[in-house]
């Protein structure tokens, strides 16, 4: 979000502004995915058994790992912050460059289980994963739909990050000045809970 | 609020003047909230003739039985068009994006909104889904053919070309939340010394509460809409019956977002109906809190009726009657702000100038409309008059007899300051008479056959139905003509109006302190509140 009035010649900065609108944001990204989540849950209480049979195939050790990974990168994030408000720049940015490769960790872990899936025959409208019940049709079809768009959300929040790394070399982001830096990491906290949503709902439902 | 003395002289350069750059980049580059307000403006006027003219062509294929001068798959894009275009493209972004763009910042006595450029970026969204939804009528599949609503299996199935539709739906979406996030946001912070909650005029009030519905309802559609898209690419299967998904389901999920997205559409007409009233009956306005805390209200209890859009969709006896139950509540919130308007105009000295008369007749129709809408809610009525053209009247009278008439009194009202032009009054009365006329006539017929039981979205009509046709497409010329009569009264008045007094009706809010047009920066000095909003003297008492 940039800060009001910065056309003004007198800069004026809005911090209190700047939070709300960020946590307005962050309502629309939680409803986004609410609406996943009223699919996820009307059709398991339809299709109790085929969930729970489905939800076993899934490797729950990748995603508790990839839980972790997530959950240490959220804390990285944090002590970013602290960094830069106590004007350690240098450390600020290694917190965040460790944020942005934990990031990756996830994704790349992702992309493996995600191909795992695709070799067994298992991806939306396959004619392997057709000949199954409708209840583990569906499964899969939000399960590949909500862990890929939590992907994506995920991809996004990296850019934020990699853009506020840029900024703080250039000392955009300062000591003074890191609203930016903290409403990125408000993003990326939100793609962490999600997560912590995601992880029993397809992973435990076994 | 008359704190603040009308200078006389122009210290600044009005923000039509003022600026570095010059011509169409001193507006598409401008983050100025009063130019964004009228790039808006002149953005939804035109889509709104575009979708007068695909419903002239659609009461034209009525005027007689058989194909008049089109086929049934032409009339089925021809509906959706007609839907996609009001609805996303003019009555939704309406007045927010017109007229609280330009006059929010105003009425709290602000320069800007909190963020400008977000405010440009909301434009450019709107405008990116406007083309994105102009060229899926000529590339894919053909214009879609689902209606509006996208409903499921259909819209999953058909070969038109349905997902750059949705995707235009999608990105027009962001543009909604990123004005509310922008309006809540500019509300809580920059509000000028002394511009208290309960000081707020209640077009801010009502701006307010549809700024909350805005951000909280509309990534439901986003996601709906983009589950369409991923159902006819990857073909997941969660609204398709044949892979055990729930159609009934997408319905839930888009009314969800569509039904609040009535009352972001209906809350701003009501709030500037609430600015014009108090005006020309030179009177406070009745029960400041009741139509504060009514906005409110309805955004908070607009949000649990969706289902009433499907008491025939096999839902069970239960949530129907609990949906049935909670729409009937909220037309009282309602009802509070037609009472108060009527109770304003009470021994008021009333003034029938132009947006007055718009705005009276606002409450008429919209009254039409709520009942009819009351009507629908019960259980057993519904039935009959579901999917009928009851519900396409009753509709017609909320968004156009609503929104539509608050949107030209709010013009007519707001013209001269937006343009320091004033536009011939005498026309603008003239023009009221076909399109009140003309309005009736197409869509009380309309609410008259629906009872009579002529389903809507039907190319063609049976005997029984052909007078009331006949009148509702002769109702249709009227209201054109006298929509072109109006709508060139302002292009008359922009090329060659008077110029406009700064106050020219006698109006006690912010706005009117500053001269027409308002300078760039609004304010030369931040105004300090120091008395309650509609605070008149007594008429002879200046």
């Known amino acids: ?206 | 609020m008359t704190a603040v003395a009308v200078t006389a002289v122009h210290a600044e350069p009005s923000f039509l003047e003022a600026g570095g750059r010059t011509g169409l980049l001193a507006w598409v580059l401008s983050t100025d909230h009063k130019r964004i307000g009228i790039l808006y403006l002149f953005c939804l006027l035109s889509f709104f003739l575009v979708g007068v003219a695909i419903g002239v062509l659609m009461r034209l294929e009525q005027l007689t039985m058989g194909p008049t001068i089109m086929q049934p798959q032409t009339y089925n894009a021809m509906f959706t068009l007609h839907g996609v275009i009001m609805i996303f493209l003019f009555v939704i972004p309406g007045l927010p994006a017109v007229m609280g763009n330009f006059f929010l910042p105003i009425l709290i006595g602000a320069k800007d909104v909190s963020f400008p450029r977000l405010n440009l970026l909301s434009w450019y969204f709107f405008v990116g889904g406007a083309i994105l939804a102009v060229s899926s009528l000529f590339t894919g599949g053909g214009p879609p053919d689902t209606g509006w609503s996208f409903y499921a299996p259909y819209s999953i199935r058909t070969g038109t070309n349905v997902s750059l539709a949705v995707f235009a739906a999608f990105i027009l979406g962001f543009s909604s939340i990123l004005t509310g996030i922008n309006f809540v946001t500019t509300i809580h912070r920059l509000r000028a010394p002394g511009m208290t909650w309960h000081r707020l005029p209640l077009f801010v009030w009502s701006l307010y509460a549809t700024g909350w519905v805005q951000v909280l309802a509309t990534p439901i559609i986003g996601i709906t809409l983009a589950l369409v898209i991923v159902e006819r690419v990857f073909g997941i299967g969660v609204f398709d019956p044949a892979k055990g998904g729930d159609p009934v389901l997408y319905q839930h999920l888009f009314w969800i977002y569509s039904h609040p997205a009535v009352y972001i559409m209906i809350l701003p007409a009501m709030g500037a109906i609430t600015e014009i009233i108090p005006t020309f009956a030179h009177r406070t306005i009745f029960g400041y809190r009741f139509i504060a805390y009514s906005s409110v209200a309805i955004a908070a209890l607009g949000s649990l009726v969706w289902a009433h859009h499907m008491f025939t969709s096999g839902m069970g006896e239960f949530a129907n009657m609990i949906f049935s139950l909670l729409t009937f509540l909220v037309a009282i919130p309602s009802a509070i702000k037609v009472f108060n308007w009527v109770a304003t105009l009470y021994k008021g000295s009333i003034e029938l100038e132009p947006p007055m008369l718009y705005a009276l007749s606002f409450i008429f129709l919209f009254c039409i409309g709520g009942l009819t809408g009351v009507m629908q809610g019960a259980l057993a009525v519904n039935v009959h008059l579901h999917d009928t053209y009851f519900i396409v009247g009753h509709f017609h009278y909320v968004m156009f007899g609503g929104t539509g008439f608050a949107f030209f009194a709010a013009l007519l009202y707001w013209f001269p300051k937006m343009f320091g032009k004033m536009y011939n009054r005498r026309t603008a009365t003239i023009a009221w008479f076909p399109i009140f006329i003309g309005f009736n006539m197409l869509y009380f017929t309309m609410l008259v056959m629906g009872v009579e039981g002529m389903p809507r979205r039907y190319y063609d009509h049976l005997p029984q139905f052909h007078a009331g046709h006949v009148v509702a497409t002769v109702g249709s010329w009227f209201l054109v003509s006298g929509l072109l009569i109006l709508l060139g009264n302002f292009v008359v008045a922009l090329l060659r109006g008077e110029k406009a007094e700064a106050n020219p009706w006698g109006g006690v809010s912010l706005e009117w302190t500053i001269p027409s047009p308002p300078p760039v920066e609004n304010f030369e000095e931040v105004p300090t509140i120091t008395q309650p909003p509609y605070h008149f003297n007594p008429v002879g008492h200046p």
């Open chain 1, 1 to 206: 979000m940039s800060s009001p009035g910065a056309h003004a010649p007198a800069v004026h900065r809005d911090y209190g502004g700047a939070k709300i609108a960020m946590w307005l944001f962050l309502f629309t990204e939680i409803i986004l995915f609410g609406g996943l989540f009223i699919l996820y849950s009307a059709y398991r209480s339809k299709y109790p058994h085929e969930f729970h049979a489905a939800g076993n195939e899934l490797n729950f050790v990748i995603g508790v790992i990839n839980t972790l990974v997530l959950l240490t990168s959220s804390l990285s994030m944090a002590l970013s912050i602290s960094a830069i408000q106590q004007g350690k720049r240098r450390q600020s940015m290694l917190l965040l460059a460790v944020t942005v490769v934990l990031g990756a960790v996830f994704l790349v872990n992702k992309y493996f289980e995600w191909m795992a899936k695709f070799h067994h025959g298992i991806y939306p409208n396959s004619p392997e994963l057709l000949q199954r019940p409708p209840g583990e049709v569906l499964f899969f079809g939000l399960y590949f739909t909500m862990t890929g768009l939590h992907a994506l959300h995920v991809i996004a929040g990296m850019i934020i990050l990699s853009i506020m790394l840029a900024l703080l070399a250039r000392e955009r982001i300062r000591q003074d000045d890191y609203i930016k830096l903290e409403n990125g990491g408000l993003y990326w906290h939100l793609v962490d809970v999600i997560w912590i949503f995601l992880l029993p709902l397809f992973y435990l439902a076994a």
